[in-house]
């Protein structure tokens, strides 16, 4: 029975322990971007800390970007995109992917802060019709 007892206190100590870790720090999330201008799934939960992988897929028939960044980063990225007259240059960035027609790639991010973020598409006219999607980051 002595025996008994530290090794049941161990395991409640480890279960306690992995409760408050918060889970999983990774994760894989898929997401198709579609022409009628909006992601597959159209809203994002995550919780601070983790990074999540996204396996991102073209499904339509022109260009489509998924770029993550707060409101102020996404302001900041369109106004990048419309000096660089979208060139690829302005597609090249560590917060996005942008991917022609059929084309599938991935984004690893790791969420530093609560709060709310977004993920949006800034070609031409995508963002502004709508291509958005939010981002809610959990403490």
Known sequence: MRRVLPL????????V????????????????????????PDQFDVNVGQTVSF???NSGQVAHEFFIGTLDEHRDHAEEMRQSDH???AHVNPSGVTLD???????TYTF???????VGCHEPGHYEAGMVAPITVHP
Do not use: K
Request: charge should be negative; hydrophobic fraction near 40%; aromatic fraction near 4%.
């Open 112 to 118: 530093a802060e609560p709060g709310e973020m977004l």
């Open 8 to 15: 049941l206190t161990i395991s409640a100590i480890a279960v």
């Open 17 to 40: 322990l992995i409760a408050c870790s918060g889970g999983d720090t990774s994760r894989t999330i898929s997401v198709r971007m579609f022409d009628d201008l909006r992601y597959d």
């Open 55 to 57: 396996e991102v897929r």
């Open 101 to 107: 027609p059929g084309e599938s790639g991935s984004l």
């Open 87 to 89: 060139a690829a240059e």
